[in-house]
């Protein structure tokens, strides 16, 4: 069936620099994403969404890119801090029932 | 916190047992959803409800069943229990389901490990 996946399962960056994580989805039905952030024993927590009339979404140090030519979503954190070491999801969704579709994710890990 | 709570948090139990996890969806949410993740399934959606009544089914198993109360909170019943069905299992909440918003808040999952 159809599926999201990321292109790298992990990503190690020095504190203070950028990250970007990348998700590649194959729905060309998706209208909307969001972006998960799952820490070690807890919940997906949310941290952005997008919707596919969108090009480009900013929150507070994150910024979320949808390219959907290509069908790739990308998740930029500005100024990574150790607190953003943790599992990062991209689920996409389409339909009435508007169940989530998860990537595998990606282990972004934090160097001081 | 998320506002979508979950209990318990941990349950150890055997083959061929039964088990139920429970969910209550953040304060106004219409809308629950359960999901399982396992290290080599990742994240799979299992069952919708909305305002009571099943919206859509995902992976679930015929073992699985579930249902959304009045009071909008939700049961997830596994039985009879298999070796396979060790995982996390999250519950989410939504305000809706056909109008955006559509972003979920997840509670913090049950941990079942069957031996």
């Known amino acids: 069936g159809e599926s999201v996946g990321l292109h790298l399962p992990t990503l190690s960056v020095q504190e203070g620099d950028n990250s970007i994580i990348n998700c590649a989805y194959s729905?060309?039905?998706?209208?909307?994403f969001i972006w998960y952030k799952q820490e070690s024993g807890k919940g997906p927590q949310f941290i952005i969404d997008?919707?596919?009339?969108?090009d480009k979404r900013q929150g507070q140090r994150v910024t979320v890119l949808l390219n959907k030519t290509v069908k790739h979503l990308s998740l930029q954190i500005a100024a990574t801090q150790p607190g953003d070491s943790a599992v990062y999801f991209c689920?996409?969704?389409?339909?009435?029932?508007?169940?989530?579709?998860f990537g595998s994710g990606t282990q972004l890990t934090v160097l001081p | 916190d998320s506002g979508v709570t979950q209990t318990p948090k941990h349950l150890i139990t055997a083959t061929g047992q039964r088990v139920t996890l429970r969910c209550s969806p953040r304060s106004g949410d219409l809308s629950v959803y359960w999901y399982q993740q396992s290290l080599d399934q990742g994240l799979q959606f299992l069952i919708q409800?909305?305002?009571?009544?099943?919206?859509a089914k995902g992976n679930i198993l015929e073992r699985f069943s579930a249902q959304q109360f009045p009071d909008l909170h939700s049961e997830l019943n596994l039985s009879p229990l298999e070796l396979g069905d060790s995982a996390l299992y999250f519950c989410a909440s939504s305000p809706q389901d056909t109008s955006f918003p559509y972003e979920q808040y997840f509670g913090p999952g049950t941990r079942l490990t069957v031996t």
């Open positions: 689920a996409e969704t389409s339909g009435s029932a508007r169940q989530l579709t």
């Open positions: 997008i919707r596919s009339n969108m």
């Open positions: 409800y909305y305002n009571g009544e099943e919206r």
């Open positions: 729905n060309s039905a998706s209208d909307y």
